[in-house]
């Protein structure tokens, strides 16, 4: 059994402050190892209340480093049993990495011990647990105290249920997939491995994390795999309490549910940007001598830019910053660019980094054809339908209809068809009625959004799915969101 305290509680950035440890052999025999360590960082004042480990204390304490071998030879190709085990785990398993040794434990968490075993419990964290077994413990949030207590807590399940049923609630940590300390496994296991959006839910029922995949089941768990390697994974996973599900007919549909419901809900650990008020684009024109030139345009959202456009930013500053990478790499004149002002011949032609159309040296047919092929790969595509479009999603495996409605590129909204009706019978006429034969299952519109765009461009044109169905409407008007 280990115990850690810390600086605090990512593994990349704090320091383990002491160790406590207690190895229990087949025969009987114990060993306890504990040591205070030198973090070599400061320890946050509230830290040192909670544990009353002071800077002080661990001044002229050994390090990590120094400890190493002798803690490595002692619970290395052991059962590795903690309290909460993904923390103390992740900050072992990065400590003794930077030291030259790989700790791959098995792992069981007496968290979830006791969530197995006393699932009607009201809560299990550590102080919850020895309190209700009656359990008295000496320094709190010391190291080798809270072994001692873990230790109470496993006699007490022993006690309470046997040691072979103890064994063997253990023995399913170790065989089966890990989940957080606080979540019930169950709820992973109630998951379909299908397409869909999955959500990880806090204290509160608040929001913490909304993920898609084609296998959700598969996706949630290997948010939890024991082999933590960003903090933030290991934050979130301390913090789930609930996770909810939305079915999805495929790929398409979960990608765009996905990113209207981290727009339009705001996951805290989601990291994709809000949704645009307005949008940038890089847009061409021609000056009287022929030279095209290009000048960064912003919009409103509600649909996609006009005419030929190049690129889809959030700001006028990072289409400026494309556009000047465009000159660098392709020797582009920056004063045609928009990006210099002033007469004659641009800085880069003094340096050989502009092949001279300020100046007219460069042909405007070559200095056109050389601007355009660089700004390609960033064209807007101008919408290829008549009207708004259904884009009907059928997963016959699971017999789900999904029906998104599009119109120039922005996405309006999805619903799932109901009772007899099939993606074949919509016409123009029933798509009024769609509230009143699907299920809807997103609130808002979000306009032209990039993300949108860039998920409808692939499926729609360039890997078009065969299990797609696209219904072009006569009137535009048709399909819209409150």
Same mark, same amino acid.
């Given at each position: 059994?280990?115990?850690?305290?810390?600086?605090?509680?990512?593994?990349?950035?704090?320091?383990?402050?002491?160790?406590?440890?207690?190895?229990?052999?087949?025969?009987?025999?114990?060993?306890?190892?504990?040591?205070?360590?030198?973090?070599?960082?400061?320890?946050?004042?509230?830290?040192?209340?909670?544990?009353?480990?002071?800077?002080?204390?661990?001044?002229?304490?050994?390090?990590?480093?120094?400890?190493?071998?002798?803690?490595?030879?002692?619970?290395?190709?052991?059962?590795?049993?903690?309290?909460?085990?993904?923390?103390?785990?992740?900050?072992?398993?990065?400590?003794?990495?930077?030291?030259?040794?790989?700790?791959?434990?098995?792992?069981?968490?007496?968290?979830?011990?006791?969530?197995?075993?006393?699932?009607?419990?009201?809560?299990?964290?550590?102080?919850?647990?020895?309190?209700?077994?009656?359990?008295?413990?000496?320094?709190?949030?010391?190291?080798?105290?809270?072994?001692?207590?873990?230790?109470?807590?496993?006699?007490?399940?022993?006690?309470?249920?046997?040691?072979?049923?103890?064994?063997?609630?253990?023995?399913?940590?170790?065989?089966?997939?890990?989940?957080?300390?606080?979540?019930?496994?169950?709820?992973?296991?109630?998951?379909?491995?299908?397409?869909?959006?999955?959500?990880?839910?806090?204290?509160?029922?608040?929001?913490?994390?909304?993920?898609?995949?084609?296998?959700?089941?598969?996706?949630?768990?290997?948010?939890?795999?024991?082999? #933590?390697?960003?903090?933030?994974?290991?934050?979130? /996973?301390? $913090?789930?309490?609930? @996770?909810?599900?939305? %079915?999805?007919? &495929?790929?398409?549909?979960?990608?765009?549910?996905?990113?209207?419901?981290?727009?339009?809900?705001?996951?805290?650990?989601?990291?994709?940007?809000?949704?645009?008020?307005?949008?940038?684009?890089?847009?061409?024109?021609?000056?009287?001598?022929?030279?095209?030139?290009?000048?960064?345009?912003?919009?409103?959202?509600?649909?996609?830019?006009?005419?030929?456009?190049?690129?889809?930013?959030?700001?006028?500053?990072?289409?400026?910053?494309?556009?000047?990478?465009?000159?660098?790499?392709?020797?582009?004149?920056?004063?045609?660019?928009?990006?210099?002002?002033?007469?004659?011949?641009?800085?880069?032609?003094?340096?050989?980094?502009?092949?001279?159309?300020?100046?007219?040296?460069?042909?405007? #047919?070559?200095?056109?054809?050389?601007?355009?092929? /660089?700004? $390609?790969?960033?064209? @807007?595509?101008?919408? %290829?339908?008549? &009207?708004?479009?259904?884009?009907?999603?059928?997963?016959?495996?699971?017999?789900?209809?999904?029906?998104?409605?599009?119109?120039?590129?922005?996405?309006?909204?999805?619903?799932?068809?109901?009772?007899?009706?099939?993606?074949?019978?919509?016409?123009?006429?029933?798509?009024?009625?769609?509230?009143?034969?699907?299920?809807?299952?997103?609130?808002?519109?979000?306009?032209?959004?990039?993300?949108?765009?860039?998920?409808?461009?692939?499926?729609?044109?360039?890997?078009?799915?065969?299990?797609?169905?696209?219904?072009?409407?006569?009137?535009?008007?048709?399909?819209?969101?409150?």
């Amino acid at each position: 059994m280990v115990d850690l305290e810390t600086t605090g509680t990512n593994a990349s950035r704090d320091r383990i402050t002491e160790v406590g440890a207690l190895l229990l052999d087949t025969d009987g025999a114990e060993h306890e190892f504990q040591t205070l360590l030198n973090p070599t960082i400061s320890i946050p004042p509230y830290i040192s209340s909670l544990t009353g480990i002071t800077n002080g204390m661990v001044a002229d304490a050994q390090g990590f480093e120094d400890i190493a071998p002798q803690l490595w030879s002692l619970i290395n190709d052991t059962v590795f049993i903690a309290h909460n085990a993904r923390f103390d785990y992740a900050f072992l398993k990065q400590n003794f990495a930077q030291c030259g040794y790989r700790f791959r434990p098995n792992i069981v968490c007496t968290v979830k011990l006791a969530r197995r075993l006393f699932p009607h419990w009201s809560g299990y964290s550590l102080g919850k647990i020895i309190a209700r077994i009656g359990y008295t413990a000496n320094d709190r949030h010391r190291a080798m105290a809270d072994v001692q207590a873990t230790r109470a807590f496993l006699n007490y399940a022993i006690d309470q249920h046997g040691l072979t049923a103890v064994n063997a609630a253990a023995a399913e940590q170790l065989t089966g997939a890990s989940v957080p300390s606080y979540l019930d496994s169950s709820m992973i296991q109630a998951i379909p491995d299908s397409p869909g959006v999955y959500y990880f839910y806090g204290e509160d029922e608040s929001l913490l994390y909304v993920g898609k995949s084609k296998t959700m089941r598969t996706r949630v768990k290997s948010h939890f795999g024991a082999d #933590v390697r960003e903090p933030r994974e290991m934050r979130m /996973a301390q $913090e789930v309490r609930n @996770v909810n599900y939305q %079915p999805c007919a &495929g790929e398409l549909g979960a990608l765009l549910l996905e990113n209207h419901d981290i727009k339009n809900l705001r996951p805290i650990y989601n990291r994709r940007q809000r949704p645009m008020k307005k949008l940038w684009t890089i847009k061409l024109h021609e000056d009287r001598n022929g030279y095209l030139h290009s000048q960064v345009k912003d919009r409103l959202v509600e649909h996609a830019p006009e005419g030929i456009s190049y690129g889809i930013y959030s700001s006028r500053s990072s289409a400026t910053s494309a556009l000047r990478n465009l000159a660098d790499e392709h020797m582009l004149c920056k004063k045609l660019l928009g990006l210099e002002k002033g007469k004659g011949a641009c800085f880069g032609f003094q340096l050989k980094k502009c092949a001279g159309a300020c100046i007219g040296q460069e042909s405007t #047919v070559q200095h056109n054809v050389r601007l355009q092929l /660089a700004l $390609e790969s960033k064209r @807007v595509d101008s919408w %290829p339908y008549d &009207g708004d479009v259904l884009v009907c999603e059928t997963n016959t495996e699971h017999n789900i209809t999904d029906v998104h409605a599009v119109s120039n590129w922005a996405y309006l909204g999805s619903w799932r068809l109901q009772g007899s009706i099939t993606a074949n019978e919509l016409t123009s006429e029933s798509v009024t009625q769609l509230d009143d034969s699907a299920t809807r299952l997103t609130t808002i519109s979000l306009g032209f959004d990039k993300d949108t765009y860039r998920i409808l461009h692939k499926f729609m044109i360039r890997d078009r799915s065969g299990t797609l169905t696209i219904k072009t409407l006569a009137d535009a008007s048709l399909v819209t969101l409150d």
